[in-house]
């Protein structure tokens, strides 16, 4: 039972133009999202994040947006660039007791053509 | 500053072996964090340590055990390996993991370590 589904494995991008990455979850405990970037034989690293009492952070060419009543998220990259092909992993964070828990989605990836 | 670094990088083992990865950060992190990597079935958590001298189960901790030896290493042990546990193990921290202020910080990953059981 998948509480963070990114539902399009894979997707391919001209360069300059806009990627955009979809993730959905089930449970409204979410109340931070996370995305990473994964390049092959890499550990992911951290991209940008988004509290729940917010529905947009920007930090450069990347956009999260959120859409609480839909349980939608989603990362845009303006404009796409070659070096931006890898996995992008979405990310949800809830309070588990005194710690919180971070659910992992998937992954979807991004490959940008020159 | 080297963040987080993983060894090995590649290992095979026999079923029944027994091996200890490790995993140390540099970045003064109170928590650290073990997590497996299968196809199709993203990050799993199996076990963390939110502060040094604590340890606890995450999402798939059967069959691992592991050790805080101090603020900077968490290693992880698979004491007789199967090969249900063929997989890419990566090692992550963060500043402050939860906690009761429940603050979420992002989690640096080392680069993974590839195991294969037989």
């Known amino acids: 039972d998948q509480q963070v589904k990114q539902n399009s494995p894979s997707l391919s991008v001209q360069e300059g133009r806009i990627s955009i990455l979809n993730c959905d979850y089930t449970n409204s405990m979410f109340d931070y999202f996370l995305w990473y970037k994964k390049y092959p034989a890499e550990g992911p690293t951290f991209l940008i994040s988004i509290s729940s009492i917010k529905d947009k952070n920007e930090d450069g060419r990347f956009t999260v947006f959120l859409n609480k009543s839909a349980k939608h998220l989603s990362l845009h990259i303006v404009p796409s660039q070659p070096g931006d092909s890898a996995v992008y992993f979405c990310a949800a964070s809830a309070r588990a007791g005194n710690n919180r828990k971070l659910i992992w989605g998937l992954g979807t990836s991004l490959a940008v053509n020159p | 500053n080297a963040g987080v670094t993983q060894t090995p990088k590649f290992q095979v083992l026999k079923t029944g072996q027994s091996m200890t990865l490790q995993c140390a950060q540099d970045m003064n992190h109170n928590s650290m964090y073990w997590y497996r990597q299968d196809p199709g079935m993203g990050l799993r958590l199996i076990y963390y340590?939110?502060?040094?001298?604590?340890?606890d189960k995450g999402e798939v901790p059967n069959g691992y055990n592991v050790s805080r030896l101090n603020k900077r290493e968490f290693s992880l042990r698979l004491e007789s390996a199967a090969p249900s546990q063929t997989s890419v193990y990566f090692c992550?921290?963060?500043?402050?993991?939860?906690?009761?202020?429940?603050?979420?910080?992002?989690?640096?990953f080392g680069p993974g370590t590839r195991l294969t059981v037989l």
């Open positions: 340590s939110a502060s040094e001298g604590t340890t």
């Open positions: 992550a921290s963060s500043k402050i993991g939860g906690g009761l202020g429940g603050t979420v910080n992002e989690q640096f």
